[in-house]
C-alpha cells in the first residue's frame, strides 16, 4: 500500500533528520552497518506515526484514513497488537462486523491472554447475530479482564447466567469495602454498600472508589439512626445529609435506601421517595451482625439458601470479613453473577422477602 503524500513528507523529514542529527556521519560507502540500523529506527517510527494517525482518525470518525494507516503501521509492524485491535474496532464502528470478526480473531490468535480482544470478538459476534458464540468471548474476556464493565454486560446481556445481589450495610471501613470489591471483581461481580454517613465523612476516598469500580453506593441514614422514632424532619435531614456527601465524595444520586434495623414506616417511605430513593430489605439474613454467629455459618447459610434474583444482607463485621473470598468464589462457582441492585429488576420491600 502506498503512503500517503503528507505522510512521506513526514517520513522524509524523519529520516533526514536522523541523517542530519547524527554529527560524526561517516562516508556512505564505509557505514554499512550504521545505515541499517538507521533504516531500521526510521522505519520504527514511521510504523509509530501510522499508528499514531490512524488512532487518531478512528477517534474523530476518519474511518478510511484509520484503516488505510492501521493497515500500512501493520504491514511493516505484524507484531503490534493495539494496530490490530484498532483495526477491528475500526470495521466494528462501520457495522463490518465481520470484518472486525476477522481482526479481533487474528488479535486472540497471536494474544490469546487479549481481553480487548476476546471482547471485540463478542461484540462482533454480537453485531453478527451469534450469540452462541459472543458469551464465550465475553466470558474469556472478563476472566481475563474482570473490571472490565463492556465485558461483564456482554455477559449479563447474553448469559443465562443466574444473578444475585450482595448488600453490605454500616461502614464504610476502607479495609472491608477494598477486599470485598477485590473479591467480588474476581469474577466480574459488583456490590451494594450500604454507607453511613458518619462514617463515610471518616474516609473521603472510598465513596469515589466504590463508584470507579462499578459498585452501588446507597443510603444508610447519618449515624444509623432508627428513623421511625424521629421526626420528619430530623429523619429527612439523616437521609438528606449522607445523601448530600455521597455525591460530594464523588459517588452517583443514591438511588436506594436501607433504614437500619430495618424500621421504616409510611413517613419514611415517603421520605425516601421524596429525596429518590427506593426502599430496600432483603431476601437473606445471615444474621451476621450477631457476633455469636461464625463466618462459617454465614458461608453456610447463603450458599445454601441462595436463589436466582435473590437480595442478600451482609453487614461490615469481622467474621464476615474473614469469609468474603468463600462468599464470592460459592456463589461463582454455583453459577451466579453477583449484580448491583439497578441490575437485579427486583427490590424486595419486606424483610425475608
Ligand atoms: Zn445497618
Known sequence: MKLCPALSIVAVCALSLVLVGCPARPPASSSAPALTTTAATSRAETAEQLFVEGKLALGEGKYE?????LREALRQRPDRLEARLLLGRCAYAQRQYEQAEA???EVVAGHPRSAAGWLGLGEAYEGLKRPTEALPA?????????????ARQGVLRLGQIKRIAITIDDGPSLAYTLK???????YGGRVTFFV??????????IVRRMARRGHQVGNHT?????????????ARDQLARTSDLIVKQGGPQPAFFRPPYGAHNATVDRLAAELGMKLTMWDL???DWNAAHSGEQTVQYILTRARPDTVVLMHQVHNTYTVLERIFR????AGYMCVRLDELGRCPEKMGG
Do not use: C, N
Open 65 to 69: 484514513q484509520a484503516e488505510r494507516a
Open 138 to 150: 465475553y466470558q474469556a474476556a472478563l476472566t481475563l479482564d474482570p473490571q472490565s464493565e463492556a
Open 285 to 287: 439474613d445471615p444474621a
Open 180 to 186: 470485598a470489591m477485590d473479591e467480588a471483581e474476581k
Open 103 to 105: 481482526a479481533f480473531r
Open 330 to 333: 460459592g456463589l461463582h462457582d
Open 196 to 205: 453511613t454517613g458518619r462514617w463515610a465523612v471518616k474516609e473521603a476516598q
Open 222 to 234: 447519618w449515624d444509623h439512626a432508627d428513623l421511625t422514632k424521629l421526626s420528619a424532619d430530623k
